[in-house]
């Protein structure tokens, strides 16, 4: 017997038992749809964690005062105050020397030290409070920064009273937008606006702030020492090495100033690659949890699967007889029988494919996010904790589904269909 024939004998079984085969599938695109959903979203939160720690710089790390410093961004990617669990009565006591000490060790490519705090920035006639302000020292910062400019270039020599303002405060904060070679007025002091950075660069994301040179900001800013740091952010050379470095840096560190129990240190060292790769296998780890769960209900489709073939067979015996008893094979009646189960599966993967990327874009809209379909595993993120993005809805997660829930159905009837080539005609033509 053709294939052909074989498909259409299938679908015609398939046709005739519609509630019964409906409500087999409904299990199916229950299953399908839950790890679609589910795949989707965690991929797209992977991504979005990659991005945002990307944006940190895997090759910058951050020495911070106080030993509970949680991890934050290096140049003023989170506002004063924030990325620390440490006491905020705690002295500032990264100095000069400390740079001094980093600047030897191997595999260490520039040393910056950076002070911060919030001023009152004006511009025609409007002031905006707390502005987040950050000092930093013009001779490496261009170097060692993950900022993207829009317009306009980063701090040089020379710029005693020069500025480079986010997105955010250049555009939206004073009703008008603050061209590049502008004055603006922060804590009465007059300074040249010399960049304005990118949408979304570290800076842009944490809202309105201001980099200067690190002696203006210090002239301006209140609690902020002649001759210490609140960071250090120092870009390595080779990222492999990053853990060594850390473990080089804590060891100098505590050796220049005399600490010799680690549980004493007034510092920590935040290592953006470290913490990349533990929080990505915590995602991986999530992500296969779910789909789990998710594939527990595709079980209970496939059990669905099995009972509705079982019982097409005890409602096909006759019929099974009538064509083994005018020459069909019984690979013929076995293909039948999985063809059919398989066209189940595939009905059903379908529908929860669909399912699975409306749900995920609802989800996404509810949380005031967009979702993106994209040709390959890679594109946008969703992720809440990290503020939005979109789920991943990539070609093979979908083929992958499609694929996944015909070879569901096809296992589910492999055994009923093989009884159904086993009947023995005279038997089967007996059959009431």
Known sequence: MRLKKSLHLAINIFLHSKLRSWLTIIGI?????AVVSIVSMSLGAQQQLEERLGSLGADVLTVSPGMQRAFGGGFGGAPPGEGSSSDSSESKNLTDKDIIVLKSISNVKYVMGQVSGEADVSYSGKTSKNVNTYGVEISTWKDITTETLSSGRFLASGDLYSAVISSNLATSVFGKEIPINTKITIEG?????????????????GGSSVYIPIGAARAILEDVGKDEYDSISVK????????????DITKKLMLSRGILNEK?????????????ATMEATMSTMTLFLAAIAAISLIVGAIGIANTMFTAVLEKTKEIGIMKAIGVQNKDIMTIFLLNSGLIGLVGGLGGVLVGVLSSTAINTMAGITSTTQGGPGGGGMLSMLGGGSSVLSIQLIIGSLLFAVLIGMIAGAIPAYRASKLNPVDALRYE
């Open 29 to 33: 695109i229950v299953g399908i749809s």
């Open 264 to 276: 004493k240190k007034d510092f920590s060292v935040s290592n953006p690659a470290s913490m990349q």
């Open 236 to 247: 390595i050379e080779d990222v492999s090495l990053s853990n060594q470095t850390v473990t």
């Open 189 to 205: 002091k007059s300074f040249n606006v010399v960049g304005i950075l990118a949408e979304g660069s570290t800076g842009g994301r």
